[in-house]
């Protein structure tokens, strides 16, 4: 469920084309963000992955955090948190990423977090807390909430989704077929359902796929298909980049300008708002998918 990180070139087994190199993150915005991070040991998703957007969103006032801990009950092949059984979670993290996004002068956060299946809950009471708290000392704040896959545990979706947040998020990741490799402890079909049920109790919907992962083009425009037919709003498309050695290899590099025709398919299937490019990750342009 978390963002994927930029990655070293010892760290690719393919070399990368000219369209994946990133700029330094530069200006006054983000200069602040960047002393109270500092100063105040705060813990950013943006910056821990290392995200090729960080200056960007954080200029425009925007920044992800990860609630939960940082040890995930899952195993999938792409990501590069680690897998285990994680520590009991911290009752007092809501209060202290409220007064965190408080503290940066955040203007859309996005919430994000490991999977805790080993949770009667799932952790949706932390969840709830955390925009709730969050929505009570920053008003003015909107919120996108970057949920995991709660294993049909309906109760526990609906007490994550009820707190108030203006955008509701669970990334697919990638298509049908390579979901035994990609998430083998995830469905494509329950993550389409609990997209379905979101729609359904009156959020906005998003999800984010990866490419470059070895799916067929078919594959992604049916993908799209899906989503629409079940209340998907908002979909984001990036490039799988490699993080270790020892995760899923990169199959392709996709070509900026087939980016820019899935942007198109998209929409003409019915999804919203589409943010396709090489280096786009879930929260990229986050703040603009509120008024979708």
């Not at 299946?117 to 909430?145: F, M, N, R």
Request: hydrophobic share 35%; aromatic share 6%.
């Amino acid at each position: 469920m978390i963002e994927l990180p930029v990655i070293s070139q010892e760290a690719t087994r393919r070399k990368k084309p000219d369209w994946l190199r990133v700029k330094l993150p530069v200006g006054k915005e983000y200069a602040k963000v960047r002393k109270l991070v500092d100063e105040h040991k705060l813990h950013t998703i943006c910056e821990s992955g290392n995200c090729p957007n960080m200056g960007e969103c954080w200029g425009a006032g925007t920044a992800t955090f990860m609630i939960l801990g940082n040890v995930c009950t899952r195993s999938c092949s792409f990501c590069a948190v680690a897998t285990g059984r994680p520590p009991e979670y911290d009752t007092d993290e809501p209060r202290r990423v409220a007064e965190a996004i408080k503290l940066m002068g955040v203007k859309h956060a996005v919430l994000t977090s490991v999977n805790r299946d080993e949770l009667k809950d799932k952790g949706a009471e932390i969840w709830y807390q955390t925009v709730v708290q969050t929505k009570e000392l920053s008003p003015e704040t909107t919120i996108e909430t970057l949920i995991p896959d709660v294993k049909s545990n309906w109760d526990a979706l609906y007490r994550m989704i009820s707190a108030g947040q203006e955008v509701v998020s669970h990334n697919m990741e990638t298509v049908e077929s390579l979901y035994r490799r990609v998430r083998p402890q995830a469905k494509y079909a329950r993550s389409l359902e609990q997209t379905k049920l979101t729609k359904e109790f009156g959020k906005r919907t998003k999800t984010g796929m990866m490419l470059g992962l070895g799916e067929k083009k078919e594959e992604v425009l049916k993908a799209m298909d899906d989503l629409a037919a079940h209340g998907c709003d908002i979909l984001t498309l990036g490039q799988y980049l490699q993080p270790t050695k020892m995760h899923i290899e990169v199959a392709e590099f996709i070509h900026p300008d087939l980016f820019a025709e899935y942007r198109e398919e998209g929409l003409a299937r019915g999804l919203k708002y589409v943010e396709s490019g090489p280096l786009v990750r879930s929260s990229y342009h986050a703040e603009r998918h509120v008024n979708v």
